[in-house]
């Protein structure tokens, strides 16, 4: 590889390449700060099954913030889905998992569609549309739960293998997650639907003069959203062993925080799934390494929120510079 | 249709008064609410033989009204055509920091201060952010602030909790003044110094305009950078003064105070008129649809309705709200709307 | 004989809220010709393209495609009948690849039916190649010029094989090396079996390029004639409505001193070095091609944007300008390009948009004396000779031209020294217009110094004493007696040679 096409690739993926610089000086750190606990087999398993679910999430995520939205509802979603998935299979213990997967899904997706409807049919704000379809989902959720949980015992061993089981020696959720991300990356790369996210995101008016249906591309994005929310939501539950109302209560600012870290502009029409991968991977190195290194459970929240703010003000620095130099090239 | 008086050395006459249209009073959103208020309270009273007493109401007011105490800069901020998530966050860590600080040996009105001056920072911070970046929303702003709020709430008081107030600091959220709770007295001066601010002073004037186009007001002189400071801040203090009374009525602070307040708080200003498209509205409307929210959710509260359906109920209300304000905007200019009335005015409508 | 025009809309109108944009208009385009559609600002030229294209669907007329009768719900029906338009304000996607701007929407695909970029990229380049241009197809539109921008907008009508282009002010912003390539290009086009409505304001892009005239005034037809069957003064004429030298009513003005004085102004990218002065009682015309700078230089005047450089002195004292309201309390008023954007809160009623940059003037003990306020506004809506019933009647249902002028009222409400009118006469009509430039003089003759930033070369040339050209930021000329100025003289110091 010659010397300019090496330039080239390097300008053209500057987000990525710094990620996986902070990812590495970072995991560093971390394991001589714990005195070697962090690159321990047991320990990077875990990264990658805690990741893998908020990195599902983050594709979906993407799309709706590309389109200029944002969906404040999905740890409601989640949390639905995974609690009527296993409610059903509380009552049911032979059913196939694979059955209670997909009903989780569609719950998710009727969720997403709602939150579609109200965005792109009574032009809602998505900020305002999300906050409130979030209580509703989240009070929808202590009704079907009655008030108790639905505990590991309540679940067969069948669908709690779901997140423990490997394939090819890679745990199953990790394996899902590059699924998805597989998926998504042809579908935003490769299909026309995809790209007309995108477009949509640039600038709604031109799309309408290009022909797009725009209003149908807006609760798109939304229902897939509901539909990667319903399917991690029952992955969540299937992990952790427990299905109850204060399920990923504010799981939906890790996932925000994911994909804006990956370059994802919160004003809408840029975002590559590569760089929402490393965002995600990068965040749960954060959610895992914080413990061990004594970060108390409580800086946690406040050390997410900065880096939310963070990231976007920095996406904002890096933007006027940009416009900086192109000003400048112009010669006045 | 009236036409132009032109005098006969050929200037125009402009009208510059109006006269009273009963269709322009009657059709105005207030009546709306005015029609929910009493509804809530006929549902109210058929469903709770222990609702109807001045005593009950009061009680019930107290509930609520420290959310309205962030209702009114609240609406300003909404007007403003920006939002601001993070003032139930804000809530918790002014309380915290007086609560901390008064139990670290400082004299309560000391503390009292400080927390009120610690909602004003916040307040303040959100609001210089958004002058510096001008390209960043308020929604993702105030999204990350919530967290970062709350979250040094966390870090300061860990799972604890502070109390022990001095009785005097009590009173402020249960006593009263005759049989006015003291709360009321306090939100009704609120609102009052609201009305005035918004509707007769040229700083509201000029708030209105920012809501309906910032350039338009940066090309009329308006200093847009001072004023949407000024009202964040507004936010943040007014915030603090709601925890304030909030940890009186509660005799403790915690970390989790006011958790989705900001839910109930937006529903509240939503309902109340002001367009979540900014540049519109009327705090008249908001003090209704505080009422209406408020006894609401009392209401249901005394039939043991449980929180979570109430948390469906004001999600779905606040949906409903924007969808009817935008509904009513989009609702002139619909096509068979314009034909109808052309009809009845008995005019063929230009095709 | 109608099947001799591949396009022909006949009985067009087309009417928004408040304003009938086409009014009975009638349009023929032969096979193979390129046609062009001139008139002023506002004459109704833009809505018509979007009809033509399927933005929108007229009330009255019928369009006819080789003789058999269309008709376009929407932008996609015209598309599918290989009808493009190439907007003056492009449909581009910034942040988006030159490759996807241009095939958006119908992208190549392969066997597989996934999107095949190298085939597009390859396709892309082939056709910029065609144009005469060599941008990488990879490269992001929002860093191209908009020159750059606005061949990829051909390229992008090309690709759909459109049989019918329609150009909207193509050569608004190139640089005269630039517009030689974009004739070519159209000339290749036209040469190809392209029918090509060609709408520009001048009158060497219609030498250059057409066969045929059509001309709009007020959203009505005017005429249609062969490019040699119609001389300058009567096209301008037609165009106009009247003889020129009525429509301007210049009095004769005293100059006073120097009211305004701007030295060294600069700003990265947009202007640099920009020095000049007006007198009291002068008119400045402003002018150059779109993207000089003209409009940027007076945003920095006017406190609206920063400036990196230079100084601004008004009455002989240097003033620093960090705000408008800084601007407007040294007496610099501005009446804005963009009526709708800039100038005026389209919901409100004309007397609170007469008063919002003076509300000072009607408080008492900080509270809005409301009445003060309408009485103000019923005098200034009435001086400058509104047609509307009440102060309370909403901006948006003016004319273009009536809500020009009650931002002209609102401008004047303010205690001011000079006054800077950008595009002042932009699709307003032609009764409007004259009355406007009316204000004007009344200014000039009363001690003001008024600036008039304009891209109209008869108003230029009408009404201005002193004329200063820009160009890629830097003034280029300044010419002291307008009087004597030709229009060729202002297009060469605009250009680039």
Redesign the interface.
């Known amino acids: 590889m010659n010397n300019s096409t090496l330039k080239k690739f390097f300008s053209d993926n500057v987000r990525e390449i710094s990620l996986i610089l902070v990812i590495i000086v970072i995991s560093i750190f971390v394991q001589l700060r714990s005195g070697g606990n962090f690159f321990t087999p047991e320990n990077i398993a875990d990264l990658f099954t805690e990741t893998a679910i908020l990195a599902i999430l983050a594709v979906g995520m993407m799309m709706v913030i590309i389109t200029a939205g944002i969906d404040l509802s999905i740890g409601a979603i989640m949390a639905l889905a995974g609690m009527i998935g296993t409610t059903i299979l509380k009552g049911n213990q032979e059913i196939n998992p694979v059955l209670i997967i997909l009903i989780s899904i569609v719950i998710g997706t009727l969720c997403g569609m709602i939150n579609g409807a109200l965005v792109s049919k009574l032009r809602i704000l998505p900020i305002i549309a999300t906050l409130g379809m979030m209580n509703v989902f989240r009070g929808l959720t202590y009704l079907v739960s009655k008030g108790s949980w639905v505990l590991q015992n309540d679940m067969s061993r069948a669908f709690l293998n779901v997140a423990t089981g490997k394939v090819f020696g890679i745990n199953n959720l990790v394996v899902m997650a590059l699924v998805v991300y597989v998926i998504g990356y ?1 579908f935003l ?4 639907t995809g ?2 996210i ?2 949509v995101g ?2 709604e ?2 799309a ?5 249906k725009t209003e149908r591309i807006l609760w798109l994005v939304y229902t897939i959203m509901g539909a990667i929310a319903g399917f991690a939501g029952i992955l969540y539950v299937c992990k952790f062993g427990a299905a109850q109302g204060e399920t990923a209560v504010g799981y939906e600012m890790n996932v925000i925080a994911a994909s804006v870290l990956g370059g994802v502009s919160i004003a809408g ?2 975002g590559r799934v590569q760089g929402v991968l490393l965002g995600a991977l990068l965040l749960g190195l954060l959610n895992n390494a914080m413990p061990l290194i004594n970060i108390s459970a409580f800086w946690q929240e406040a050390i997410r929120g900065l880096i939310i703010l963070l990231s976007v003000m920095s996406n904002s620095l890096i933007q006027r510079n940009v416009e ?1 130099k ?3 090239r ?1 010669n ?1 | 249709m ?1 036409k ?1 008086v032109i005098q006969a050395d050929g ?8 006269a009273f249209s009963w269709k322009r009073f009657m059709f105005q959103w207030e009546w709306m609410l005015v029609l929910m208020l009493i509804i809530v309270n006929i549902i109210n009273i058929s469903s709770s033989s222990n609702y109807a007493n001045f005593d009950n109401i009061m009680n019930a007011m107290r509930d609520f009204l420290d959310k309205a105490i962030v209702v009114f800069p609240m609406a300003l901020v909404i007007v403003l055509g920006e939002i601001d998530i993070s003032v139930a966050s804000i809530m918790a860590l002014s309380s915290v920091t007086m609560g901390m600080a008064y139990q670290a040996g400082v004299p309560m009105g000391l503390a009292i201060v400080i927390g009120l001056l610690v909602g004003t920072l916040c307040g303040f911070i959100n609001g210089i952010i958004l002058v510096k970046f001008p390209e960043l929303s308020s929604m993702i702003v105030t999204l990350a602030t919530q967290i970062i709020f709350r979250g040094i709430a966390s870090i300061l008081l860990e799972t604890g909790s502070v109390g022990g107030f001095p009785d005097w600091f009590n009173s402020f959220g249960w006593g009263k003044v005759g049989s006015i709770p003291i709360i009321l007295i306090f939100t009704i001066i609120e609102a009052l110094f609201f009305v ?1 601010l918004l509707h ?3 700083f509201g ?2 708030t209105y ?1 920012m809501g ?2 910032v ?9 847009t950078n001072k004023i949407k400071l000024i009202i964040f801040t507004m936010a943040g203090l007014l915030a603090a003064v709601a925890a304030v009374f909030l940890a009186s009525k509660m005799g403790s602070v915690r970390p989790d105070v006011a958790k989705g307040y900001e839910l109930d708080i937006i529903a509240m200003v939503v309902l109340g008129g002001v367009a979540s498209s900014g ?1 519109k509205g009327k705090i008249l409307g908001c003090i209704l649809s505080i009422l209406v929210i408020g006894f609401l959710r009392y209401g249901l509260g005394l039939v043991n309705v449980t929180s979570q359906v109430i948390m469906i109920i004001v999600g779905t209300l606040l949906i409903v709200a924007v969808a009817i304000t935008n509904l009513k905007s989009s609702f002139g ?1 619909a096509k068979w709307v314009k034909n109808l009335s052309n009809n009845i005015k008995g005019v063929k409508a ?2 | 004989m109608a099947e001799d025009y591949i396009l022909e809309l006949q009985g067009i ?1 087309k ?1 928004f ?1 408040g304003v009938k944009a086409l009014d009975n208009v009638h349009f023929q385009l032969k096979k193979g010709e390129i046609h062009a559609l001139m008139g002023e600002n506002g004459a109704g030229k833009s809505t018509f393209i979007k009809v033509i ?1 399927g ?1 929108h669907e007229p ?2 007329g019928e369009i006819f495609l080789n003789g058999k009768k269309v008709v376009f719900k ?3 029906d015209a ?1 599918k009948q290989s009808i493009a338009a190439i907007y003056q304000h492009g ?6 690849s030159v490759t ?1 701007n241009i095939f ?2 119908h ?1 190549k ?1 392969s066997k597989y ?3 095949n ?1 190298t085939q597009m990229n390859k396709d892309a380049k082939e056709l910029l190649e065609k144009l005469g241009c060599n941008i990488n197809p990879r490269s992001i539109m929002g ?1 191209l ?1 908009i020159a750059e921008q606005q061949i990829i907008e051909i390229a992008k009508a090309i690709s759909t094989e459109a049989k019918i282009i329609i150009m909207d002010e193509p050569t608004a912003a190139l640089s005269k090396r630039e517009c030689e390539e974009l004739y070519r290009i159209t000339e290749q086009l036209r040469d190809e079996g392209c029918s090509i409505i060609f709408i520009s304001h001048r009158f060497e892009d219609m030498y250059r390029l057409a066969s045929r005239i059509t001309v709009f005034r007020d959203s009505q037809y005017i005429g249609t004639w062969g490019i040699n069957d119609i001389s300058n003064e009567v096209l301008i004429s037609k165009m106009v409505g009247r003889e020129i030298s009525q429509i301007y009513p210049k009095q004769e003005v005293k100059f006073g001193e120097e009211i305004l004085k701007v030295e060294g102004l600069s700003k ?5 070095d920009v020095t000049f002065s007006v007198r009291k009682g002068e008119i400045l015309a402003m002018t150059g091609l779109v993207g000089a ?1 003209r409009t940027e230089v007076f945003h920095g005047i ?1 406190g ?1 944007e920063k400036i990196d450089n230079g100084q601004i002195y008004l009455d002989g004292k240097e003033v620093k300008i960090n ?3 800084d ?2 309390n040294a007496g610099i008023g ?1 009446l ?1 390009e963009d009526r709708h ?5 389209l ?2 009623g004309i ?2 948009n007469i008063t ?2 003076t ?2 003037k009607f ?1 008492k003990y ?3 004396d409301r009445k003060a306020e ?2 103000r ?2 005098e200034l ?2 001086k400058v ?8 009647d909403k901006a948006s249902s003016l004319s273009g031209g009536n809500q020009q002028k009650i931002i002209v009222a ?1 401008v004047l409400n ?1 205690d001011l020294k000079v006054i800077i009118l950008d595009e002042p006469t932009k699709g307003v009509d032609v009764g409007a217009k004259a009355q406007i430039y009316e204000i004007m003089s009344e200014l000039a003759s009363k001690g003001y110094g008024v600036i008039m930033i304009s891209s109209e070369m008869p108003e230029v040339l009408g009404m201005a004493d002193t004329i200063l050209v820009m160009k ?3 003034v280029s000329k300044i010419f002291e007696d307008a009087k004597n100025v030709t229009q060729e003289q202002i297009l060469e110091a605009a250009m680039n040679m």
């Not at chain 2, 350039?215 to 200093?223: A, E, L, R």
């Not at chain 3, 990265?268 to 640099?272: A, I």
């Open positions: 042809i790369n490769f299909i026309r790209r007309k995108y477009a640039n600038s008016e031109s309408q003069v290009s022909g797009i029409g840029t900086m192109a000003l400048r112009r006045i | 009236a132009q200037t125009r006459i402009i009208e510059n008064e109006r005035y007769f002073t040229k004037r000029r305009a309906n186009s350039m338009v007001s940066k090309f009329s002189g308006i200093k540049g200019q230009q095709r | 109108t009417v809220p294209t933005v009330e009255e929407e932008p996609k598309q449909t581009t996607y910034h942040h988006l996807e958006i929407g992208e695909l039916g996934m999107i970029w860093n010029t990265t990218g947009y202007y640099k700078g006017f609206i705000s408008t309201l601007a407007m501005y804005p954007k800039q100038g005026l809160i919901d409100w007397g609170d919002l940059a509300l000072e408080t900080s509270i809005i309408r009485q506004a019923k809506a009435e000779k509104t047609k509307a019933l009440s102060v309370f609102k303010s890629e930021g830097r």
